[in-house]
């Protein structure tokens, strides 16, 4: 079983940046695909990054890509989201997952993994 903790979201004006960290405890972490999803008020939770055990493969939502980053420390048990160019439309609670399938598929299914962290709430004023 893994843990995960998200942390480094916060207000931001548009046009600014944001990392966001998610720690997961255990050691097979290298193991797990990682997925960063949100979600808005009044909206169902959307997919936003994933990346692959061993980092070399990585999938973005269109609303996103160009703009965010998704990566990992193995030795360090994190996985990161580096937001650049927010919009207020990228307010939301993001929240970081994990599958323990190594060949898991689609990433973009919320029900494609098995662990969820709580969250952590980003907000952009414009």
């Known amino acids: 079983q893994v843990q995960l903790v998200e942390s480094g979201g916060g207000l931001v004006q548009a046009g600014g940046s944001l990392r966001l960290s998610c720690a997961a405890s255990?050691?097979?972490?290298?193991?797990?695909?990682m997925g960063w999803f949100r979600q808005a008020p009044g909206k169902e939770r959307e997919f936003v990054a994933a990346?692959?055990?061993?980092?070399?493969?990585?999938s973005y939502a269109d609303s996103v890509k160009g703009r965010f980053a998704v990566s990992r420390d193995n030795a360090k048990n994190t996985l990161y989201l580096q937001m650049n160019s927010l919009k207020p439309e990228d307010t939301a609670v993001y929240s970081c997952?994990?599958?323990?399938?190594?060949?898991?598929?689609?990433?973009?299914?919320?029900?494609?993994?098995?662990?969820w962290g709580q969250g952590t709430q980003v907000t952009v004023s414009s």
């Open positions: 255990g050691r097979t972490f290298s193991r797990y695909v």
């Open positions: 997952a994990a599958s323990y399938n190594l060949w898991a598929t689609p990433l973009t299914a919320v029900g494609t993994y098995d662990y």
């Open positions: 990346i692959r055990s061993s980092g070399g493969s990585t």
